[in-house]
């Protein structure tokens, strides 16, 4: 099943100047970019991605950490492309991930974790909406697509 997902390239990324980095491992992987735009995200917007964490006493210093720098918002697609970009991800804390995800190669925290990915295709459908108007998703068929999932 052909899934988008959403990735933020959080300020960690910027600061540590890996964007470009994080971004490649995507596209090696073969999932296709649909969409990626900078922004800086506000306290409103956080409350709402973040809402599952508004009882953790961290809740404000994770907000901080996100309004710190602009992010990079990114629309990933793909088949199975939820749990695939989990996965290159990595758990939540960068010293628990293992080495070959992004959080395992470049994190030693459990805040400044480079990247955000949304944890379930219901999820995923919401924060896109959340964060892309419809405009600023493209759909079109990579040229490698065929060979990428020839013998699904
Ligand atoms: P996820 O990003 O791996 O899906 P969530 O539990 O949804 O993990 O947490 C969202 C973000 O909040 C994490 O990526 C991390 O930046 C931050 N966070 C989660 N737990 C902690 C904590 O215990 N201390 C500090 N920050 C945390």
Known sequence: MIERTLVILKPS???????????????????????????????????????????????????DSMMAAPVIACCIEGVDAVQTVRTLAGPTNGRLAAPGTIRGDYSMSVQENIIHTSDSPENAAVELTRFFKPEEMFAYKQVAFDYLYATD
Request: charged fraction near 25%.
């Open 13 to 63: 990324a910027l600061q540590r100047g890996l964007v470009g980095e994080v971004t490649h491992r995507f596209e090696r992987k073969g999932l296709r970019l649909a969409g990626m735009k900078m922004m800086q995200l506000t306290d409103h917007l956080l409350d709402e991605h973040y809402a599952h964490l508004i009882n953790k006493p961290f809740f404000q210093r994770v907000k």
